[in-house]
């Protein structure tokens, strides 16, 4: 396997449950949020995203929450099945004169345990 | 969304040598990105590539390290020159078709310097 989340936290959730990875993020001017899913060995998808308008985003299975006042996101992941065993990075946007810049938190390993 | 690829999609180098990696996106978009994940780390924004004239790089990166061209709207290639060890990581490549859009990822090259 590749090195992607070896040195990452990690929750480990029970395949069926719900999961929630949190995110704090650092620029008050951020204006537009994504998560991202990595599996190993690739690179990373686009889970969902968030314009800082709002505090709530619903895909299929995932919702994003926003709260601008403590800068912080969260993906909550409903029914997780074992193909949602990856490493979820929060990124966050802002717009600088030169271009978007998006800087990327931490990550979180998420292990779905069968 | 845009289907990006990168070649290599690994290698092992020796040290002192230099590596050129190319990036090429299905369909024309307005900005590329050159990203660094060393081993169980996020990813690090290296440079953007902007197309008919010079990259802008980050703090902690410099153009002699990481020469990086982008000769049109759909292809990018970053250098890692003068290798050595710390250069093992994986390098990924970005692009957003407009502003206001999602950036999507290749699958990333993963390097070793030995």
């Known amino acids: 396997g590749e090195s992607v989340g070896l040195h990452l936290p990690t929750l480990s959730v029970q395949e069926g449950d719900n999961s929630i990875i949190n995110c704090a993020y650092s620029n008050s001017a951020s204006d537009y949020f994504i998560w991202y899913k990595q599996e190993s060995g690739k690179g990373p998808q686009f889970i969902i995203d968030?314009?800082?308008?709002?505090d709530k985003r619903q895909g299929q299975r995932v919702t994003v929450l926003l709260n601008k006042t403590v800068k912080h996101l969260s993906l909550q992941i409903a029914a997780t099945q074992p193909g949602d065993s990856a490493v979820y990075f929060c990124a966050e946007n802002w717009r600088a004169a030169a271009g978007n810049k998006l800087t990327f938190g931490g990550g979180t390993r998420v292990l779905v345990k069968p | 969304s845009a289907v990006i690829s990168q070649k290599p999609s690994r290698d092992i180098c020796q040290r002192g040598t230099s590596l050129t990696i190319q990036c090429q996106v299905d369909?024309?978009?307005?900005?590329m990105f050159w990203y660094r994940q060393q081993p169980g780390q996020s990813l690090t924004l290296i440079a953007t590539a902007n197309q008919g004239s010079e990259a802008t790089y980050e703090s902690g990166f410099v153009i002699d390290k990481f020469p990086i061209s982008r000769p049109n709207l759909t292809f990018s290639t970053l250098t890692v020159s003068n290798m050595s060890p710390e250069d093992s990581s994986i390098y990924l490549c970005s692009a957003e078709k407009t502003v206001t859009d999602t950036q999507y990822f290749g699958p990333g090259t993963r390097l070793t310097v030995l």
């Open positions: 369909s024309q978009v307005t900005m």
């Open positions: 968030i314009r800082s308008n709002m």
